[in-house]
């Protein structure tokens, strides 16, 4: 067994202890080894990977609120299985929108990606704003584009975690070679939006291990200090 087999089956293994102050478990689905977030307090869900809807029916767990950070196949796969089980409503930018509602959006790029498609009344749009009260929580949102447009980070504000999707990861950044990517805006906004968050903040990226802000300040090759 790799290296790399053996810190995917860690991770899948990594669940809510770690935040005392959230509870707050993880599944990590699908091809691209995508992470998921459920807040267990509220019922929150943070992205919505391939086999997460099975992953919630096995563990009993139901879901109040679908936040999507994106709209990249890889986090939205199981987004609209999951509205049509829980009934909940999902939670986007307003860029997301044609990425998880048109069933041949990826197709125009020549990407053989086809989606179950989310209908426009299950989308509640957001846009960046210092605070933000979504399924009882208080999160900021912050648009941070440059990996796909329409990109949201959620911080939730009192536990001061960072659900990051695909912009900022432990000694990485999210691509900016698929349509819509923007290499200087993704950096633009790190440093910019997330970094002054302060170095405390806790991140919980869409693929790989949770970091902090201060140790990807210092510490990433591509946008530390």
Known sequence: MDHHTVFLAFFRQW???????????????GIFDTNCFFLQES????????????????????????????GHIDHSWDAALIRQDHGCPVVCHTETVPLVTERDFFKQYGLNWEIETLTPDAL???????????????FQTLYVPGHCPGSLCFLARESR?????????AGGIGRFDLPGGDGPLLYRGIREKLFPLGDDIRVLPGHGPATTIGVERKTNPYVGD
């Open 124 to 138: 509640q749009i957001v846009d960046e704003a210092p605070a933000a009260n979504l399924g009882g929580v208080d």
């Open 15 to 29: 669940k809510a202890f770690w935040w005392c102050s959230m509870q707050i478990d993880s599944f990590t689905g």
């Open 43 to 70: 019922g929150i869900l943070v992205d919505a990977p391939q086999g997460a809807g099975d992953w919630l029916a096995a563990k009993g767990y139901r879901v109040s609120l679908l936040l999507l950070t994106h």
């Open 161 to 169: 975690i960072l659900f990051g999707g695909d912009v900022l990861f």
